[in-house]
């Protein structure tokens, strides 16, 4: 017990199943979820993380803005921004989210200019039968 520690990786963590987890491959599920990963709180906390053994619920996002200075914004996302497993931004924000840290928010467009990776454009189609 003098080893024991709250949030330790076999006990208190935080592990994002995948909502496809239980019908596919362990293979597939292992490439799916997320995590584990140690994390403190409980339901009653300020980093409010549920009252059971491992985490289940809890805020996903949050985010610090300075309304008076927007591009000092920060935030923080879990797992990731993207939903394809295969890419590099499906995972890469979850360490940083279980240890609690932030990461800048950029709202001016010089500053979102300057940070961003790709851009993808969406258009309106043209309907079947022409016209829009």
């Known amino acids: 017990m003098e080893q024991w520690r709250w949030g330790q990786e076999k006990y ?4 994002i199943r995948h909502p496809l987890g239980t019908v596919v491959s ?7 979820e ?16 549920g009252n059971g053994d491992n985490q289940t619920s ?11 200075d ?9 797992p990731g921004q993207s939903g394809d497993p295969d890419s590099p931004h499906y995972r890469d924000l979850f360490e940083m989210w ?12 010089t500053r979102v200019e300057k940070v961003t990776e790709s851009r993808v454009v969406l258009e309106p189609g043209v309907p079947a039968g022409g016209g829009r």
């Open 12 to 15: 208190h963590h935080a592990l």
């Open 26 to 32: 362990d293979e597939t599920r292992r490439r799916l």
């Open 34 to 49: 997320v995590g584990p990963l140690p994390r403190g709180g409980y339901g009653s906390t300020p980093l409010a993380t």
């Open 58 to 68: 809890g805020a996903s996002f949050k985010i610090v803005v300075d309304t008076g």
């Open 70 to 78: 927007w591009d000092r914004a920060v935030g923080t996302n879990t």
């Open 98 to 109: 279980a240890t609690d840290r932030f990461f800048p928010v950029f709202y001016s467009r």
